[in-house]
């Protein structure tokens, strides 16, 4: 139960599973990720990022290109994130389709 | 991205799960899931049996034994979120080695 919980408590919440999703297209910096993640504040995106960070889920480097700053990745943890994800949606859609659909 | 939500907004909260794999064991009365569920108030119950017999996950019928009143069972809908929660379960442990464990 406890690692049920863990799982939810890094899922729940509004940003994080659309700035991992913004992230497995590729890396991006701050900027980048803002106009990628819809509505989202740059002081919720840093805080964000800080979590995902801690999680492992997300890494920060910085980039090749010294002008450009540092570049967030998702890391092979937050890739792994995937399959719940599906398992996720699949259920989710078949549950609206049960409850709205009829 | 909202069938995801519709998934977490189910899971998520702190008694839907435990009163789900309680009566994965079987059918129960208030009165026993109220035992096998621990920490749960009788009104936090009743509104949660309530909000999973609306999402279909959770029926509720008169027993054989008139004597003892209504029984809740999960639904098969209910059981189809094993799948999602064995996947989490996994990601929670594996997530909980990585961070804890090092």
Known sequence: MRSVRDAI???EGKWKLPILIAL??????FGQ???HVEGISDKMLSKELKDLELNRLVSREASEDLQAGVEYSITDH???LEKVMRELYAWGLEHRRMIIGD
Chains 1, 2 share one sequence.
């Open 33 to 35: 990720l803002t106009r």
């Open 9 to 11: 408590d890094i899922i």
């Open 78 to 80: 937050g890739r792994s």
């Open 24 to 29: 497995s297209g590729g890396s991006k910096r």
